[in-house]
C-alpha cells in the first residue's frame, strides 16, 4: 500500500459538509471502461480512457485537496479493478466505523477486500455486509440522517439490514430512476441548509421531503452528464467542482461558495467525479 506523512486517524465522518480532514483514494492508474456499467461509459466506450491524461488530471485534484489542509491516503492501484479510482464505491463512513460494501458488479468484486486490507492495516473499524448489496455513493449522511438509494446497486433489504445495525440513526430510503448510477450523481449535500439535486432522477415525493429539509439547487441536463451534482464539499462552504459546469458553478457563487475548479474530464468518461473518487475517513 502507498505511505502517507501523517498517520491516518480513527473514522469520524457525521456530514457530507464539515471539514474533510482524511480521504482515501486510488490512482486511475489501470481505468478503463471494460464493462459497460453506466449510460455516460456507453458514449466513452469506443475512445475509452486517456490513463496518462486521468493521473494528470488525478494529481492535480489531490494537489488541489493538499493546498486546501486535506491529507490524503492512497489503495493500490490494480490492474484487476479498471473502476477502483471509485473508492467512494467500496465503503462508506457513518459515525466512527467504515462500512465495507457489498459490490454489485461483476468487474467491481474484489475491490473490497483490498480496502479491507487497509483498514486493518490502519487499524480503523470496519463492518462488512456480506449479502447485502450496498454501495458508497448510494450513502449520504447529514448528522443522525442517512440518505440511501434505492438504485441498481443498492437493495432495499440492505437499507433494512443498515438501519438495523445502525439504530441511532434515521434511515430515508430515496428511489431513484435506474438510469443513473447512483444517489450522489443525482444528489449531493453541501451544507446543513442547501443541497444540489437533478429533479429528473428522483420521485416527486422524494423532491417535496429533501425540499423540507433543504434549499435545492437544481443541475440542468447538459451539466448532470458532466457530473454536475458530484461535487465534493470539503468544508467551510468550499466546493471542488469542474470548470465546464459553468452554471452550477455560478449557482454556487452566488450562494457562497467557493468554487475550487479542476479538470475531471477524463476521469468523468466512467461514470463519476469528485464524490465518487474520495471516500472520506474523517471530517469535523
Known amino acids: ?14 456530514s457530507e459538509y464539515d471539514t474533510l480532514r482524511h480521504v482515501l483514494l486510488c490512482p486511475p492508474r489501470f481505468m478503463e471502461i471494460r464493462d459497460v456499467i ?7 466506450k469506443d475512445e475509452n480512457i486517456d490513463v496518462t491524461k486521468a493521473l494528470r488530471q488525478h494529481d492535480n485534484f489531490v494537489e488541489a485537496l493538499a493546498e486546501e489542509g486535506v491529507e490524503t491516503a492512497f489503495l493500490e492501484a490494480s490492474e484487476e479493478y479498471p473502476e477502483q479510482v471509485f473508492t467512494r464505491d467500496i465503503g462508506f463512513t457513518i459515525g466512527d466505523t467504515v462500512f465495507i460494501s457489498e459490490m454489485a458488479a461483476d468487474v467491481r468484486q474484489g475491490e473490497e477486500q483490498v480496502l479491507q486490507q487497509w483498514l486493518g492495516e490502519q487499524g480503523i473499524r470496519f463492518k462488512h455486509m456480506p449479502g447485502h448489496r450496498i454501495e458508497g455513493g448510494d450513502v449520504l449522511v447529514d448528522r443522525d440522517t442517512v440518505y440511501i438509494g434505492i ?18 440513526f434515521h434511515v430515508l430510503p430515496l428511489q431513484l430512476n435506474e438510469k443513473y448510477l447512483h444517489l450522489d450523481c443525482v444528489f449531493n449535500i453541501l451544507s446543513p441548509t442547501e443541497a444540489l439535486i437533478f429533479p429528473e432522477a428522483l420521485e416527486q415525493a422524494s423532491i417535496d421531503m429533501l425540499r423540507e429539509r433543504y434549499t435545492l439547487i437544481s443541475v440542468e441536463s447538459d451539466e448532470q ?13 468550499r466546493v471542488v467542482s469542474q470548470p465546464q459546469n459553468t ?4 449557482q454556487l457563487r452566488d450562494r457562497g461558495f ?18 465518487c473518487c474520495t471516500m472520506p475517513v474523517a471530517r469535523g
Open 1 to 14: 500500500m502507498s505511505t502517507h506523512a501523517k498517520p491516518v486517524p480513527a473514522a469520524d465522518c457525521r
Open 38 to 44: 453506466n449510460d455516460v461509459q456507453k458514449q466513452y
Open 151 to 168: 438504485s441498481s446497486r443498492t437493495s432495499e433489504k440492505a437499507i433494512e439490514e443498515f438501519q438495523r445495525q445502525m439504530p441511532d
Open 225 to 237: 452528464f458532466k457530473l454536475g451534482t458530484n461535487v465534493l464539499s470539503i468544508g467551510d462552504r
Open 247 to 250: 452554471k452550477v458553478n455560478h
Open 258 to 275: 467557493r468554487v475550487i475548479e479542476t479538470d475531471f474530464s477524463e476521469i468523468i468518461k466512467s461514470g463519476g467525479a469528485f464524490r
